[in-house]
């Protein structure tokens, strides 16, 4: 602090009869005999400007005339920017935010409390309200009027608010998917409570009633929810759950796919193995051309399965949002898309089917191109079982043929 104010705040306690008025503050001062240390603090504060006036009996004089007895002071608190006599003058210099450094001669806890609610209230309503105009010093509750809402207010009126803020807080914060209808309720609420009440007087009112306007935008909210049309929920709920549907009946048609295509290529190309002693080219050939459609196969299934992380990330916002919103109907919800949650569930079993099948395939491919050049194996496990031996002839009769031995 700088060294006016505390020779100011030395002084302050010995002033008597003080009152404000209009940047003025008004006291009276004995002195004492011979009271040296009185009048060169008056002198430092008469030579940096805040004591503008002194009077005594009826005449201007200067610190170095006072004689002993009662001196009037006018002090100008524009020399004082940081000091206040009382948290209403506070209030009136600084109705929003405070300044950094102030200090207030008059001592109350309960008021420098009641005060930083109100500062943090009004700080909320200035990132709601319809106008604001920081020039003229008011803002604007605009419903089906505009209520005028000058920022004058006392501090006993804020007394209120240091146990409601943080209900009011938490109810108007605007990460709630409903902020503006909770603002509505809000709004609306106050200005029930002003459009009766003198301009001057609004803020003061809605302070002191706070309590009042919170406990109806609570019952109007309440209300709001249990009149809030689930038709219309039920309507956006089937458009987005049509979708979803939609995005896993592409994933299933590319499964689907996949699920024919590789059985087909499987028995077109095992056809085509010939057994062979060593590896020969057209194997090779198979087995290549196999094994390079398993891995474009693999990848789209990948792919698919990216689709399809993002299609249950989509489902689970969605769900999530509307039992926020319709919270007392969430098992209905919940049962609603628990069909969409079996299909997603049916769609990824079948994805993982596919690519077990992938696998198979490439496996197979692998193990016909090791058989098919291994004769060993070839002997071991015959593609083809061995043909079956002829019957023996039956001797002819007659003299042809050599006579069986007796």
């Excluded at 006291?27 to 603090?41: G, H």
């Excluded at 009826?58 to 007895?69: D, I, Y």
């Excluded at 406990?215 to 709920?237: A, G, P």
């Excluded at 079948?350 to 090791?370: D, E, G, K, P």
Aim: glycine share 6%; aromatic share 10%.
């Amino acid at each position: 602090m700088g060294e006016p104010l505390d020779t100011f705040l030395r002084l302050r306690p010995r002033l008597q009869s003080v009152c404000e008025d209009a940047g003025w503050i008004f006291a009276d001062i004995t002195i004492e005999e011979q009271d040296a240390a009185t009048i060169s603090d008056l002198d430092a504060l008469r030579e940096s400007g805040v004591i503008a006036e002194i009077h005594q009996h009826g005449t201007l004089v200067f610190p170095n005339n006072l004689a002993s007895g009662p001196a009037g002071l006018k002090i100008d608190t524009g020399a004082l920017p940081s000091y206040f006599e009382t948290y209403d003058s506070l209030l009136e210099k600084y109705p929003v935010d405070p300044p950094e450094v102030f200090t207030v001669y008059q001592t109350d806890v309960a008021l420098f409390a009641a005060c930083r609610a109100a500062w943090a209230l009004l700080q909320l309503l200035q990132t709601k309200v319809e106008v604001w105009d920081s020039t003229q010093m008011r803002f604007y509750f605009v419903d089906q009027i505009a209520i005028e809402i000058p920022l004058r207010y006392q501090a006993t009126s804020c007394c209120g608010l240091v146990p409601l803020f943080p209900r009011i807080e938490r109810f108007l914060h605007s990460d709630h998917l409903d902020a503006d209808t909770r603002w509505h309720f809000f709004r609306k609420a106050a200005v029930r409570l002003l459009r009766d009440v003198p301009s001057p007087n609004r803020l003061g009112v809605l302070l002191a009633g706070m309590a009042q306007v919170f406990e109806r935008t609570e019952q109007d909210y309440s209300l709001y929810l249990e009149r809030f049309s689930f038709e219309d929920l039920l309507r956006t709920f089937d458009e987005k759950r049509l979708k979803f549907i939609g995005d896993l009946n592409q994933v299933l048609g590319g499964i689907q796919t996949a699920l024919i295509a590789v059985p087909a290529t499987f028995f077109l190309v095992a056809e085509k193995f010939k057994p062979a002693e060593g590896i020969v080219g057209q194997n090779a050939i198979l087995s290549i051309g196999g094994i390079i459609f398993c891995l474009l196969l693999v990848t789209l299934s990948f792919n698919q399965g990216a689709t399809l992380r993002e299609i249950k990330k989509a489902i689970s916002d969605f769900e999530s949002e509307q039992l926020q919103k319709q919270s007392e109907r969430s098992g209905r919800l919940k049962a609603l898309l628990l069909g969409t949650w079996t299909h997603y569930r049916r769609v990824r079993l079948l994805l993982w089917t596919a690519r077990i099948l992938i696998f198979s395939f490439a496996l197979v491919m692998a193990l016909a191109l090791i058989w098919c050049s291994t004769p060993a194996m070839q002997k071991r496990w015959p593609y083809e079982p061995p043909a079956a031996a002829s019957p023996a002839q039956t001797p002819a009769t007659g003299g042809a043929g050599p006579s069986p031995a007796p």
